[in-house]
């Protein structure tokens, strides 16, 4: 039995997360639902807010075709516009990481986020860069050697330090948008 998903719910006022995701997961595990079930499933939740963070999986792709993925991207964005077109889309770029070395970033990673970023922008959807809170050169080593450690050993995943660090600084990123979003929710 695999579980692929997790859903905590408010009644009252506040926030509400369901969380989607397997590891390994590309953007494009969100195009091979079923278009009907996708689309229920989202007019059923209702979300204010959708937060996209693919990227890295995709980023150690050494036969990423861009252009491709930035389609299928595309299309997931697509999809939920069309199902919440009052819904915020963020989109999350992803953290650094490292292969085979400490400072060996897959070549198609910073490809992936600069795309995403570029994207985002052409969309005019917030996007947060998550390698911005990290060192720009040999991130992933630094955050491995960071004491507490915030990057496990393996360069890619993040320690449960590194994840909180990271949660403060994106919720951070998030305090304008929800803000901004309270207004025109509330106006008269």
């Known amino acids: 039995v695999s579980i692929a998903s997790v859903s905590l719910f408010n009644s009252k006022t506040g926030l509400s997360l ?15 639902l079923d278009d009907r079930v996708f689309t229920e499933e989202l007019r059923r939740i209702n979300p204010h807010m959708v937060v996209l963070a ?3 999986n995709e980023g150690f792709n050494d036969n990423l075709n861009l252009v491709t993925y930035a ?8 999809k939920i ?3 919440l077109p009052d819904a915020k889309i963020v989109v999350v770029a992803p953290p650094a990481a490292s292969r085979g070395g400490p400072c060996n970033s897959p070549p198609n990673l910073e490809r992936v ?3 995403l970023i570029e994207l985002a922008q052409d969309e005019k959807l917030q996007v947060w860069d998550w390698s911005s809170i990290m060192p720009s ?3 992933a080593q630094a955050w491995a050697s960071a004491n507490p450690k915030l990057m496990a050993s ?3 995943h993040l320690t449960r330090a590194g994840y909180e660090l990271s949660a403060k ?3 951070k990123f998030l305090e304008p948008i929800v803000t901004e979003m309270r207004k025109i929710q509330y106006a008269l």
Do not use: E, M
């Open 137 to 139: 050169s040999c991130g």
């Open 71 to 78: 389609n299928n991207y595309l299309n997931v964005v697509s």
């Open 113 to 115: 986020r600069a795309r």
């Open 54 to 56: 693919f990227g890295t």
């Open 154 to 156: 393996d360069h890619v």
């Open 169 to 171: 600084h994106f919720a």
């Open 18 to 32: 369901s969380k989607v995701g397997y590891p390994g997961a590309t953007v494009d595990i969100l195009n091979k």
């Open 81 to 83: 516009r069309q199902t």
